[in-house]
């Protein structure tokens, strides 16, 4: 199927590794041209590199550190400088670590909105006035499926991930007629870093092995398996596709069926 983005400018964020780097890398695959950024620079340089080898329009990276506003700033300035504006925005950040409510001060509290909510907020500020000119636009954010079954011991993220599906969803209906779609993407248990340090983590508080926690989610879920970021990314990019053109205000799982609600 060809998604129809050849050409097109994409942005995705927090994309040196796990899933924001396999969303990069389907969208080079499809033709796209793809901005990276990451706090990390070499992790960045590597997956630049593997992401450039991947398809054939033009890669960019920088180094950012996404809780602060100067670089989502500077980030999204780049973007816009080196290829006129960008087309397809893929909003993504590292969770905020685990805990429960009376484990985080206040200024974790702020630190989480910082990273998983401002910066959406003001990379979707800096795209947005160039996706309504050209009347076309995709962005997705990658939320969790904690959004519609809170994880617990994520009183943080499952918070925060609240208040950008809010946000998305409002968004969404106020630019629709402007040929602008806005969805979110829902990973579940996904083969990644930042699963390691959630099963470390809940391995401390149960008292069992990293091993028990992860057979523990298999078994939740009816493929029985963890979710691999490449199923992740084919989800987003059919998002940000033309294919996709009438699907807006959506927030979409890729959890292998776990979510047990209807909707």
Not at 58 to 87: K, P, Y
Not at 103 to 120: G, I, T
Not at 208 to 227: F, H, K, N, Q
Request: hydrophobic share 45%; aromatic share 4%.
């Amino acid at each position: 199927m060809d998604l129809g983005i050849g050409g097109r400018v994409a942005l995705v964020t927090a994309s040196s590794r796990g899933l924001g780097l396999a969303v990069a890398r389907e969208l080079a695959i499809e033709g796209a041209n793809v901005v990276m950024c990451a706090r990390g620079a070499r992790a960045l340089a590597d997956a630049a590199a593997a992401v450039d080898a991947a398809g054939p329009g033009a890669v960019q990276s920088m180094t950012a550190d996404l809780s602060l506003a100067e670089d989502v700033q500077r980030v999204a300035a780049a973007a816009i400088d080196r290829f006129g504006g960008v087309d397809i925005l893929v909003t993504n950040a590292g969770g905020p670590p685990p805990g429960k409510f009376e484990e985080h001060d206040l200024e974790a509290w702020r630190q989480a909105v910082r990273l998983n909510l401002e910066s959406v907020l003001e990379l979707t500020r800096a795209v947005l006035p160039g996706m309504k000119v050209r009347r076309w636009g995709r962005i997705v954010n990658v939320t969790s499926v904690a959004v519609k079954e809170p994880v617990d011991g994520l009183i943080l993220s499952n918070s925060v991930r609240a208040a950008v599906t809010g946000f998305a969803r409002t968004l969404a209906n106020e630019v629709a007629e402007f040929g602008i779609t806005v969805n979110n993407a829902l990973p579940g248990y996904t083969r990644t870093d930042r699963l390691v340090q959630l099963a470390e983590a809940l391995s401390k508080q149960r008292g069992v092995t990293v091993e028990r926690v992860e057979a523990d989610w298999e078994a939740s879920i009816p493929m029985r398996r963890l979710g691999e970021p490449e199923e992740f990314a084919a989800l987003v990019a059919f998002l940000a596709s033309d294919r996709a053109s009438y699907i807006t205000g959506r927030s979409i799982t890729v959890d292998g069926g776990r979510t047990r609600g209807l909707l």
